[in-house]
């Protein structure tokens, strides 16, 4: 079975403070895709990384960096000096790369609170 | 950029009443598919169509839900009799590598 876990339910922060959002998934396929999506208060979804799993290297763009550990099944996200503007629901989600199962599997999102 | 484009943003309707959500894909995009979220909780998986049919469905896509590809843009989701738990935001996405979503559609049963 595939299943993502962000334990952080919610997270609060101070603006130019960094934070760190974890992943941590499940899948028995040896081919898969992990993806980041941010829901803003508008309530879309806004696509942000895609990282297929035989490419460990870690991402950086802009404020933003993720770390993937397949040793860890872990894919964690960093916001390097938040600003407000970064406060959303913040989603891991997984997907194999296998054919027919190509739906995403979400977690739960943690929600990111900066404050000014 | 291309979007998906969601319509209507909101409806509501009466328990019992049916429903149509539609979609817009990215037009050269061939996967479809339909999710729910609601409020407050996980984004949860529907249903996927590829190659005009469905390829996969949860246990939450009963006999109540159905999809269509009318014509080569639209995409939509009927909900047959909509019930109170029918409430929710229902995105639409389509993919290549990626799968981008519509601004979804909130649907309210009363």
């Known amino acids: 079975a595939q299943k993502v876990t962000q334990a952080q339910t919610e997270i609060s922060v101070v603006e130019k403070e960094d934070v760190t959002l974890d992943c941590v998934y499940e899948t028995r396929d040896t081919t898969y895709y992990l993806f980041w999506y941010k829901q803003p208060p508008s309530g879309e979804l806004v696509f942000l990384i895609r990282r297929n799993s035989f490419d460990e290297q870690n991402e950086i763009s802009g404020r933003y960096s993720w770390n993937f550990q397949k040793s860890t099944s872990s894919f964690n996200f960093t916001i390097t000096a938040s600003q407000v503007v970064d406060s959303a629901v913040y989603f891991c989600a997984l997907r194999s790369a296998s054919g027919g199962y190509n739906k995403l599997i979400f977690g739960a999102g943690t929600r990111l609170a900066v404050h000014p | 950029e291309p979007e998906v484009t969601q319509t209507p943003s909101h409806q509501v309707t009466q328990m019992g009443q049916e429903v149509i959500l539609r979609c817009v894909p990215i037009?050269?995009?061939?996967?479809f598919y339909w999710y729910r979220q609601i409020l407050g909780q996980k984004v949860e998986f529907l249903v996927s169509?590829?190659?005009?049919?469905?390829?996969?469905k949860s246990e939450i896509f009963d006999d109540q839900f159905s999809v269509e590809r009318p014509d080569g843009s639209n995409f939509t989701l009927k909900i047959r009799s909509t019930k109170l738990e029918d409430s929710a935001m229902y995105f639409c996405?389509?993919?290549?590598?990626?799968?981008?979503f519509g601004p979804g559609t909130r649907l309210l049963v009363l």
């Open positions: 996405a389509s993919r290549d590598e990626t799968q981008y």
């Open positions: 169509f590829y190659n005009n049919e469905i390829s996969e």
């Open positions: 037009s050269n995009h061939l996967y």
